[in-house]
């Protein structure tokens, strides 16, 4: 689905009256676009996949949970075009998962850093060259494309936005750590602890 992106923006500027952050003002350029989709049926894996294999620059992904293989096999050919800068951060839970995608990045090349500096790093991005954005609800998982109720947003030709995430993201991984298979963390994470 397309939409203006025009109505969205206005949500997200009306939303960071409360957030105290700052927000990319909208586009004026008519061409800016967001491709919207709702899981399950609409192969949102599949969708950003695309997107992904589309990159010529960068694509950094920052997911609290990340299953997908659709995704993660992308993510792995952008990153064997050697001019594509493929970056992703974890929550520190995907460290000890059975069926995290930490393992497939590390064993493929691709730089891949664990976040533990909060309970739960619950981010669901990525950005792709200088102005393709893609967030939502969505987890990066099978579960996420085809069984849960899910929203994810592509917002596309809108480098301010990018910028803003692009920032987000280096902010993230300069406080990650490298990962390595089997790696554990002095506190447990949030998912880890019980009520």
Same mark, same amino acid.
């Given at each position: 689905m397309k939409h203006c992106v025009t109505a969205i923006a206005?949500?997200?500027?009306?939303? %960071?009256?409360? @957030?105290? $952050?700052?927000?990319?003002?909208?586009?004026?350029?008519?061409n !800016?676009?967001?491709? &919207?989709?709702? %899981?399950?049926? @609409?192969? $949102?894996d599949q969708a950003i996949a695309a997107a992904?294999?589309? !990159?010529?620059?960068? &694509?950094?992904?920052?997911?609290y949970y990340f299953t997908s293989a659709p995704i993660a096999k992308?993510?792995?050919? !952008?990153?064997?075009?050697?001019?594509?800068?493929?970056?992703?951060?974890?929550?520190r839970s995907q460290a000890s998962l059975k069926y995290s995608s930490a393992t497939y990045f590390h064993n493929q090349?691709?730089?891949?850093?664990?976040?533990?500096?909060?309970?739960?790093?619950?981010?669901?991005?990525?950005?792709?060259?200088?102005?393709?954005?893609?967030?939502?609800?969505?987890?990066f998982t099978k579960a996420g494309a085809q069984s849960n109720a899910e929203n994810f947003n592509m917002f596309?030709?809108?480098?301010?936005?990018a910028d803003t995430y692009a920032r987000e993201f280096a902010r993230l991984e300069g406080e990650?750590?490298?990962?390595?298979?089997?790696?554990?963390?002095?506190?447990p994470a949030a998912s880890e602890k019980s009520e």
């Open positions: 206005s949500a997200l500027l009306c939303a %960071s009256a409360f @957030a105290q $952050t700052t927000i990319a003002t909208p586009p004026t350029a008519s !800016a676009a967001v491709d &919207v989709f709702f %899981s399950p049926g @609409a192969n $949102t992904i294999l589309s !990159a010529t620059k960068r &694509v950094w992904i920052a997911g992308a993510l792995h050919e !952008a990153h064997e075009r050697k001019h594509v800068d493929v970056r992703v951060v974890l929550d090349g691709v730089p891949i850093k664990m976040n533990a500096r909060y309970p739960v790093m619950h981010h669901k991005f990525l950005v792709i060259d200088s102005d393709i954005v893609g967030f939502g609800s969505m987890n596309r030709r809108w480098p301010k936005l990650s750590v490298a990962y390595t298979p089997g790696m554990v963390f002095d506190t």
